[in-house]
């Protein structure tokens, strides 16, 4: 008889599913349009910061300034227009930090050689520490006047689809065609997979790899100005929360190795969904912030050991900078 093996994102999607069943049926409040309606919204972020860490990681590295890249360029657009700037103005200052901010990244990781964790651990600290002490007066930078319009970002409705989830949606095919349709995309899964066989083959290994991280923080920033339009703020202290390590679970259960070279979109949404109903759940079960570190904590221990049996690593491919 023939086995039937199933893989990560096949058995992760059944328990998404399994749970989704269970909190509807026994967990009251959670089926209902104003809940649905923030589950959307929740998973809109979260799955498009997913998406700018598989790209990362897909490229053996990891990007723990994301969460400064989706706070910062964002609050300072919604800080320069209440100082009276225009929009635009604001949102073409904001998109020219985030790429600086990603060249700093790619260019410690490519050429410095700095391992990926530390790198982006100091930045992410330094372009937050900045904003909180020289570009915003208050943690939580408001919305003004001059912004309206643009919550339709992350409140609208197109066809009856909240417009968070259309940017979601957006973000994975953009993100799907540079990993599966493009050279760029065909070179970040060579890096990922074997960074000394890339070299030998003549890819530009540490232009890509900067590009990689320019890319993440773009994305990050992107999915700042969709928060900050689904809730007319930015709270820039979303730096010192646990989002980070949401975004971690999103792609490792989603099924991108660790190892590199692994993974795409489907994994990010199939992750997205768990993490996302995981979290929703929680939230109104009135789980303590603690007790729902402590379960995220244990989740994202067991899923990391689960990777490192499906996705092993080996002398041959090794090297300083990875993860």
């Known amino acids: 008889m023939k086995r039937f093996r199933f893989s990560q994102q096949e058995i992760v999607f059944a328990v998404f599913a399994l749970l989704f069943l269970v909190f509807s049926i026994f967990l009251n409040g959670f089926l209902t349009a104003d809940n649905m309606l923030t589950l959307l919204q929740n998973v ?10 598989a790209i990362v990681v897909i490229g053996r590295g990891i990007d723990i300034s994301l969460i400064a890249a989706l706070a910062v360029p964002p609050g300072l657009v919604l800080q320069m227009v209440q100082n009276g700037h225009s929009l635009p103005f604001s949102l073409l200052t904001a998109v ?6 990603g060249l700093v990244n790619g260019w410690l990781i490519a050429y410095a050689e700095v391992p990926s964790l530390f790198a982006t651990l100091a930045t992410g600290l330094l372009l937050a520490g900045l904003g909180q002490a020289v570009l915003f007066q208050l943690d939580v930078v408001q919305w003004s006047s001059g912004m309206d319009g643009f919550e339709r970002l992350g409140q609208g409705t197109i066809l009856g689809i909240p417009t968070s989830i259309v940017m979601f949606a957006i ?19 060579a890096i990922g997979d074997n960074p000394y066989a890339a070299r ?22 992107f999915a700042g100005l969709v928060m900050a339009a689904s809730v007319n703020s930015m709270p820039t202290r979303v730096f010192n929360s646990t989002l980070i390590y949401d975004v971690i679970l999103v792609v490792v259960l989603g099924g991108i190795g660790l190892s590199g070279g692994r993974g795409g979109v489907l994994n990010v949404i199939i992750g997205t969904l768990l993490i996302g109903t995981m979290l929703n759940g929680m ?12 379960i995220k904590g244990v ?25």
């Open 44 to 53: 809109a972020v979260l799955g498009i910061l997913g998406l700018a860490m």
């Open 96 to 101: 020219l930090i985030t790429i600086a901010f």
């Open 171 to 189: 973000a994975c095919m953009v993100v799907a065609f540079l990993l599966r349709q493009t050279r760029w995309g065909a070179y970040i899964y």
């Open 200 to 221: 030998v083959t003549g890819i530009p290994s540490r232009p890509i790899i900067v590009l990689q991280y320019v890319i993440a923080a773009l994305i990050g920033c």
């Open 283 to 294: 939230t109104i079960m009135d789980i303590s912030y603690a007790g729902q570190n402590l």
């Open 299 to 323: 989740v994202l221990l067991l899923a990391v050991i689960t990777d490192s049996f499906l996705n092993p690593r080996n002398e041959e491919t090794a090297q300083q900078g990875d993860i």
